[in-house]
């Protein structure tokens, strides 16, 4: 009878053992595959707005992009409702998108502006890169930081996105190389040949998001360079008046002291002194009225630019008033 029950029991102890391994590698592949169980749960039975798929097509996002995409369940929010969903940004920016971590969604905000055209097409493929950033395993990320690094301390030239950059270090310095993700990858043409090798899987055609980016960045720029040409002009033209006005005053009162020492003369009766004094008064005089014109035609210039930089710079305070402050940022 023992050899029969010992035999039962090592069977029973067997067939347990299995039983674990296998609701062991039950657990195991089921924690294996977390994220695409996360995204089937995330992609059941959703269907992108037309706008949202819209926008994916325009960046031309690749099938694995667009995934990444959906899984966030992006939405176009208007200004009224969007800070609800993102942060606003402070004085010197204005977010136009956020993903939320975690792969809990990504929010745009709805710009109609027609000279901001392909700004919410880029916002999309920035947001997305962040959600893409976040499902690199420990190796790729580590790969690609470096790649993002070497460039930014080695390759990068863009002064506008250099600055970007700067301020990303006071505001998200946690976050920094996951910022360069998604702006090299959606604001620089060119790009070192791994990185864009790279990049490749979220776009077939990443020229034409950079190309959105030039074309409503150049909206800016154009007048910002046009602002910042005029100051130039005013401050020298301020120079210049300064110095006029200084010159003409001196002028005006040389004149005065001329125009009294010949009413002396006069008064003395000393003809021959008047007469000599007359000549000189004369040539000061025509100096003097030439400096005026000069100072009043460079002050009529001096306004009219004026106008015209103002007049700039409010079309541009429109621009981001379309948005909502007073810079260019995403989250």
């Known amino acids: 009878m023992k050899p029969t029950v010992a035999t039962k029991h090592r069977r029973a ?17 089921g924690w294996w595959q977390r994220q695409a169980m996360y995204d089937w749960l995330r992609l059941y039975n959703y269907t992108p707005s037309t706008t949202a798929a819209q926008l994916a097509t325009d ?18 929010k208007e200004r009224s409702s969007f800070s609800s969903f993102c942060s606003t940004g402070t004085e010197q920016t204005v977010v136009l998108g956020c993903y939320k971590g975690g792969q809990r969604g990504i929010y745009l905000l ?6 901001l055209a392909g700004i919410q097409q880029v916002t999309a493929a920035h947001e997305m890169l962040h959600a ?4 690199l395993d420990s190796g790729e990320r580590q790969r690609v930081d470096s790649l993002l690094e070497d460039y930014y301390h080695n390759q990068l030239t863009d002064e506008t996105i250099k600055q970007t950059i700067e301020d990303y270090k006071k505001t998200e ?10 702006i090299f990858g959606t604001q620089i043409a060119t790009l070192p040949t791994e990185l864009n090798e790279y990049y490749k899987q979220y776009f077939t055609d990443r020229s034409k998001v ?11 720029t154009s007048r910002q360079q046009q602002i910042k040409q005029s100051d130039t002009q005013l401050n020298s033209w301020k120079t210049q008046i300064d110095q006029l006005e200084a010159d003409v005053k001196s002028q005006q009162a040389d004149l005065q002291d001329r125009r009294n020492t010949l009413n002396r003369y006069k008064a003395n009766g000393d003809a021959e002194a008047y007469n000599n004094g007359v000549d000189g008064f004369n040539a000061a005089v025509v ?7 000069r100072l009043q035609n460079l002050i009529a210039d001096y306004n009219r630019l004026v106008e015209q930089r103002n007049s700039i710079a409010f079309e541009e305070r429109q621009l981001v008033q379309s948005l909502s402050s007073s810079g ?3 989250q």
């Open 287 to 293: 100096s003097y009225n030439t400096n005026v014109t």
């Open 59 to 76: 960046g031309t996002m690749t099938d694995y992009a667009r995934h990444v995409y959906y899984v966030n369940h992006p939405e176009l």
């Open 328 to 330: 260019i940022q995403q």
């Open 110 to 115: 709805q710009v109609t502006n027609a000279e």
């Open 173 to 182: 310095p946690n976050d920094l190389v996951n910022e360069m993700h998604s």
């Open 13 to 29: 102890s067997r067939a347990t053992g299995i039983t674990v391994l296998v609701l062991l590698a039950l657990v195991l592949g």
């Open 210 to 220: 950079t190309g959105y980016y030039g074309s409503y960045e150049q909206a800016f």
């Open 132 to 135: 893409a950033y976040e499902r």
